[in-house]
């Protein structure tokens, strides 16, 4: 049979990769996973970049700040006892682990919990005779911390003293037009800063008395000539006798503090080392001892940083940026995918019998989608049609046998026709039809539903031909239409007789119906590798083109006066599909005009039952 068969599922047509639905949804997710990935990671080393950078400074600001502040400590006291309120205030307001250790490394004082092990390495030595962290805020110079002032630090009056006699020179200064900063140094005494010393109102406001020192000065310088006297060349010892000011140079100017020569200025770099070592001999008992400094996250539990305003209000930014662009996306695709959807919607919800259709714009899912319902919509308004022509097919095929009832009853009723026996057989010819009609519906009504039962056994090609020849050879003698059956021997199906005996029966009565008289019907079975088929060939005038894909379907004639002497009820052929069909085969019919017609059926093919085998 050529054509589509109503219900033959529509093949779907292969989609290109690029128009793929798939495939756009994927691209879509990798450019918007591209694109969040790539501003986070762009984020994340710009801002871990510069956090590390601050986090480094303040750091080492941090790390800075705390060898000021014990050189300030060990500068001030002969030792250490003490100092673990200090250590544990500093851990607190910095968040930093800080451990004080000797150089030998037992523990002075430690901020984290007892037990727990020192950070791998040390972060500085602790020794204000040889680190100078005062003079420059920030830096480390080689030298001794001016804060270890030992001997030479002022009694209060002394230093009340000093501090009159540099405010009345600032005043004078003041007067002069020139600005002097008073200042208080470490060991007590107070000096006046300039921009520059030599100026005219510096000097004469200068008194012969400023720089004199003060009695507990003189005892130290005292003693700090003693200690240089072991390693002062002679030469230099018989000038600092001789020479005031020699005597000057190792007097107030090698005071802590004061704004002095420097011996190197002499040009011998001797001095230098014999007054540094002088010095630190004679500041050794009253500063603390030298110790290890180590500094590291307070508790260990510090992993990370923290992120300033700024950088929080990039990420903050960068983040609705992405956030932005992804709903951007998602919205223009959500939108082309969304917009047919929601026109098949509209369709699906309008009234049955509009039958409403939608336009196919894209080559996509979507757009097959669209197609696919518009062919639903289609077979459904088929389908209608077919329910309106089926009601209308049955509601005239009870008619016209009830009618006839009818009629001959009521002329009988009246009296103007005897009720004999020819008359009782018309009435039961039309019962007849209409019980073939109503078991026909019922048939059909059985497949349609799912219940009708087969009664399968193995059965026999050449039996089953040899007894549907036979039932239907006397009305082929009548038609003077000859029926010829032929057979392949050992064909055996699985299969019920009864339902296969109406098949062929129905077939057979259709070929006898439009083959003319001398005509041949062929009743034939033969078998393929795994199916037996069975044919109803005629020598009729065969079937045209355009009726080979409505030949099954219910109630339809080729001829549209549905005429009894050409056709049947018009549901013979629709029983034969529903019964094959529920059998697991096919039945398809083929035609040329003017040359006939053949049905083949084709069921599968089982072996023989094992007490036929040979």
């Known amino acids: 049979?050529?054509?589509?068969?109503?219900?033959?599922?529509?093949?779907?047509?292969?989609?290109?990769?690029?128009?793929?639905?798939?495939?756009?949804?994927?691209?879509?997710?990798?450019?918007?996973?591209?694109?969040?990935?790539?501003?986070?990671?762009?984020?994340?080393?710009?801002?871990?970049?510069?956090?590390?950078?601050?986090?480094?400074?303040?750091?080492?600001?941090?790390?800075?700040?705390?060898?000021?502040?014990?050189?300030?400590?060990?500068?001030?006291?002969?030792?250490?006892?003490?100092?673990?309120?200090?250590?544990?205030?500093?851990?607190?307001?910095?968040?930093?682990?800080?451990?004080?250790?000797?150089?030998?490394?037992?523990?002075?004082?430690?901020?984290?919990?007892?037990?727990?092990?020192?950070?791998?390495?040390?972060?500085?030595?602790?020794?204000?005779?040889?680190?100078?962290?005062?003079?420059?805020?920030?830096?480390?110079?080689?030298?001794?911390?001016?804060?270890?002032?030992?001997?030479?630090?002022?009694?209060?009056?002394?230093?009340?003293?000093?501090?009159?006699?540099?405010?009345?020179?600032?005043?004078?200064?003041?007067?002069?037009?020139?600005?002097?900063?008073?200042?208080?140094?470490?060991?007590?005494?107070?000096?006046?800063?300039?921009?520059?010393?030599?100026?005219?109102?510096?000097?004469?406001?200068?008194?012969?008395?400023?720089?004199?020192?003060?009695?507990?000065?003189?005892?130290?310088?005292?003693?700090?000539?003693?200690?240089?006297?072991?390693?002062?060349?002679?030469?230099?010892?018989?000038?600092?006798?001789?020479?005031?000011?020699?005597?000057?140079?190792?007097?107030?100017?090698?005071?802590?503090?004061?704004?002095?020569?420097?011996?190197?200025?002499?040009?011998?770099?001797?001095?230098?080392?014999?007054?540094?070592?002088?010095?630190?001999?004679?500041?050794?008992?009253?500063?603390?001892?030298?110790?290890?400094?180590?500094?590291?996250?307070?508790?260990?539990?510090?992993?990370?940083?923290?992120?300033?305003?700024?950088?929080?209000?990039?990420?903050?930014g960068v983040t609705g940026l992405v956030l932005a662009v992804t709903i951007t996306l998602t919205a223009l695709v959500a939108v082309r995918l969304v917009r047919p959807l929601r026109a098949l919607a509209a369709a699906a919800r309008q009234p049955p019998e509009r039958h409403a259709r939608v336009a196919v714009t894209t080559k996509d899912e979507t757009g097959y989608l669209a197609a696919a319902f518009n062919d639903l919509t289609a077979r459904r308004e088929q389908v209608e049609a077919q329910r309106k022509a089926m009601v209308s097919d049955i509601a005239h095929e009870l008619r016209t046998p009830l009618t006839n009832i009818r009629g001959w009853l009521e002329v009988t009723r009246d009296g103007l026709l005897d009720l004999d026996p020819g008359l009782i057989a018309s009435l039961h010819d039309e019962a007849l039809q209409l019980q073939y009609i109503i078991d026909d519906l019922r048939d059909l009504a059985a497949g349609d539903a799912g219940t009708l039962r087969l009664h399968r056994e193995p059965l026999a090609a050449d039996e089953l031909i040899g007894q549907v020849a036979a039932a239907h050879r006397s009305r082929y003698e009548a038609a003077a239409v000859h029926l010829r059956a032929e057979a392949d021997p050992g064909l055996w199906m699985d299969a019920d007789p009864v339902r296969m005996r109406q098949v062929l029966g129905n077939l057979v009565s259709n070929a006898l119906r439009h083959t003319p008289v001398q005509g041949t019907v062929t009743l034939g079975a033969r078998q393929t590798a795994d199916e037996a088929v069975l044919t109803v060939r005629d020598t009729g005038d065969g079937i045209a083109p355009e009726d080979l894909p409505h030949i099954f379907e219910r109630f339809w004639r080729a001829e549209k006066s549905r005429s009894r002497r050409t056709g049947g009820s018009g549901l013979g052929l629709s029983i034969v599909r529903q019964f094959v069909e529920a059998h697991g085969g096919t039945v398809t019919a083929d035609s040329t005009p003017g040359s006939g017609a053949v049905f083949t059926v084709r069921l599968p093919r089982v072996t023989a039952p094992e007490e036929l085998q040979p």
Request: glycine share 8%.
């Open 1 to 316: 049979m050529t054509g589509r068969q109503v219900g033959t599922p529509v093949p779907v047509p292969r989609i290109p990769w690029h128009k793929s639905l798939l495939v756009r949804l994927l691209l879509t997710s990798v450019a918007i996973a591209v694109l969040s990935v790539g501003a986070t990671a762009w984020l994340a080393v710009q801002l871990t970049t510069r956090a590390i950078q601050e986090e480094r400074g303040q750091v080492l600001s941090e790390d800075t700040d705390i060898l000021r502040r014990f050189s300030g400590y060990a500068a001030t006291h002969s030792d250490w006892v003490g100092v673990g309120s200090t250590v544990h205030a500093l851990s607190r307001s910095l968040d930093r682990r800080i451990a004080l250790t000797t150089t030998g490394g037992q523990l002075i004082a430690d901020s984290a919990a007892s037990g727990t092990a020192l950070p791998d390495r040390a972060s500085a030595t602790v020794d204000p005779l040889r680190t100078d962290t005062y003079t420059e805020p920030g830096a480390q110079l080689a030298g001794i911390d001016p804060r270890a002032v030992g001997p030479y630090r002022l009694t209060p009056g002394e230093a009340g003293e000093v501090s009159g006699l540099m405010r009345r020179r600032a005043a004078c200064m003041a007067e002069l037009g020139s600005d002097g900063r008073v200042r208080q140094m470490p060991s007590g005494r107070t000096v006046i800063i300039v921009d520059d010393a030599r100026g005219s109102a510096f000097s004469r406001c200068a008194d012969r008395t400023d720089n004199v020192p003060m009695p507990t000065e003189r005892k130290g310088l005292a003693a700090l000539a003693k200690l240089m006297a072991g390693c002062l060349p002679a030469d230099w010892k018989q000038l600092a006798e001789a020479d005031p000011e020699m005597r000057k140079l190792f007097g107030a100017d090698v005071v802590p503090g004061m704004s002095a020569k420097a011996p190197g200025a002499v040009g011998d770099r001797q001095l230098q080392n014999c007054l540094d070592t002088a010095r630190r001999t004679q500041l050794d008992p009253y500063v603390a001892p030298r110790v290890t400094l180590y500094l590291g996250d307070r508790d260990q539990r510090r992993s990370g940083f923290d992120l300033s305003p700024a950088n929080k209000t990039k990420i903050i």
